[in-house]
């Protein structure tokens, strides 16, 4: 599985990468027009505010399991999370914590 994750992770980086980088480069670091370009429509609402409420859940997980496990590294996934999205952050977290239990065990 740890595999597969790695695979998601570059998959959770390009695909949303491709549509952000080219916006940023016509628009600039624009937050506002960002903001109200995500949530124009209740379809763009909807993706927005799904992927915003899976973000909170998966740094509350993120937390919560390497604490469990006492993972180590956690700020990673954490980035990936906070920068490029859930795509990234949680196929990276996977994969560490796939790591970190196959050296424990």
């Not at 956690?74 to 795509?87: C, F, N, R």
């Amino acid at each position: 599985m740890k595999y597969l994750y790695l695979i998601l992770c570059v998959f959770g980086t390009l695909l949303p990468l491709s549509q952000f980088v080219p916006w940023v480069a016509e628009h600039g670091v624009d937050i506002p027009l960002f903001i109200q370009e995500l949530f124009s429509t209740r379809i763009g609402a909807f993706f927005g505010w799904d992927v915003i409420i899976s973000a909170v859940v998966l740094l509350v997980f993120i937390f919560t399991e390497s604490k469990r496990i006492q993972m180590p590294h956690l700020w990673l996934p954490v980035v990936a999370t906070l920068s490029i999205g859930v795509s990234l952050g949680l196929p990276l977290f996977l994969y560490l914590r796939d790591l970190h239990i196959e050296s424990n065990t």
